[in-house]
């Protein structure tokens, strides 16, 4: 016997919404922002894939069994933070053994890129499907530009404009798609009333002049709008808080059409500039400083969790 096409549709939209199964027509690769695997687990059950995760200093600051010892006054040594590090992204790589699982260096302000790529050797080694993020900082270009030498798997991360989004690009030129990932972060730029899903659109945009190599990664999301734009735009990647993701999953996880429009409020559009692709990284104009706050805010959520 067989069944009518529009029936057999509307089985598969039933499992979508059961989340035990991807989109047909989701293209973008979906990833958990966090540094719990107990999230991991959750959003696994919930959607029935999950493609990759995210982690960082904050992130692990709040697993909650870190915030356990802290609530009892027992902080970490250097040592102990590292191992406590490790084991948590082991114990995500259990569970998704098939995703890519980002690893942040330490980096503050006055960190060179020897220390940040020493860092980055060894954090590699913990899991086979690791990328390692380093800021899109001049010493975390000049660090990831070497890794990538070395044959480590990138993810740049703190990028807030086209121009670092074209650094990434130049340092990393030479490497195979899907070795390196920028990750521009939208929340942070709407939060100070910049649309920040125009840097999205344009990195999009400068980077299909480019060969391919470098992948998007859309991150410090924070609203189901920025999902939805980020998959009508195209973003190779997408990562999510764990929120987020529930509430996609909620709503039976809609791939947006061509006709979704996107509301971005009274926030300021950010201009399209004409970069080209073909520089030396040192020759763009990196500096941001949301990039060099958001470095202070992981070193210290970091430090936090040190005895003095
Ligand atoms: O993936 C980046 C993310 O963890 C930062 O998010 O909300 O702190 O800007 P947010």
């Given amino acids: 016997m067989r069944f009518p096409e529009e029936y057999v ?3 598969m939209d039933s499992l979508v919404i059961r989340g035990t199964m991807r989109p047909k027509d989701l293209k973008t690769r979906i990833f958990l922002d966090g540094g719990d695997p107990e999230e991991t687990r959750e959003i696994i059950r919930l959607l029935g894939f999950l493609d990759g995760q995210t982690t960082n200093p904050t992130l692990i600051s709040k697993n909650p069994r870190a915030r356990y010892h802290l ?3 027992e902080k970490f040594t250097r040592e102990e933070i590292l191992d406590f590090y490790r084991e948590t992204v082991r114990e995500i790589h259990e569970l998704i053994p098939e995703g890519s699982i980002s ?8 960190t060179f890129a020897e220390e940040m790529l020493r860092q980055a050797k060894e954090m590699f080694s913990w899991i ?4 390692i993020k380093f800021p899109t900082s001049r010493e975390g270009l000049k660090a990831a530009e070497q890794a990538v030498k070395n044959g480590l798997r990138v993810n740049l ?3 807030f404009t086209q121009e670092q989004a074209a650094a990434v690009y130049a340092a990393t030129r030479g490497a195979k798609r899907g070795d390196v990932y920028v990750s521009p972060f939208i929340g942070r730029l709407d939060d100070r009333g910049e649309n920040g899903m125009d840097l999205i659109s344009h990195i999009l945009k400068m980077y299909q002049k480019g060969d391919g190599h470098v992948m998007v990664l859309t991150a410090s999301v924070r609203k189901i709008d920025h999902l939805l734009f980020a998959l009508k ?3 190779d990647i997408i990562t999510l808080p764990f929120n987020v993701l529930k509430e996609w999953c909620e709503r039976g996880l809609p791939v947006p059409q061509v ?3 996107y509301h971005p409020g009274n926030f300021k559009n950010i201009p399209f500039k004409e970069v080209d692709l ?3 990284w040192q020759a763009y104009d990196i500096r941001h400083e949301l990039t060099d706050k958001g470095m202070e805010r992981f070193s210290a959520d970091w430090n936090g969790l040190i005895k003095a």
């Fill in 71 to 73: 609530e009892r006054g």
């Fill in 103 to 110: 690893v942040e260096v330490y980096g503050d302000l006055l």
């Fill in 9 to 11: 549709f509307s089985i």
């Fill in 157 to 159: 991360t703190l990028c």
């Fill in 233 to 235: 735009l195209g973003s």
């Fill in 278 to 280: 073909t520089e030396n």
């Fill in 259 to 261: 006709d979704y429009v």
């Fill in 128 to 131: 086979p499907n690791a990328h």
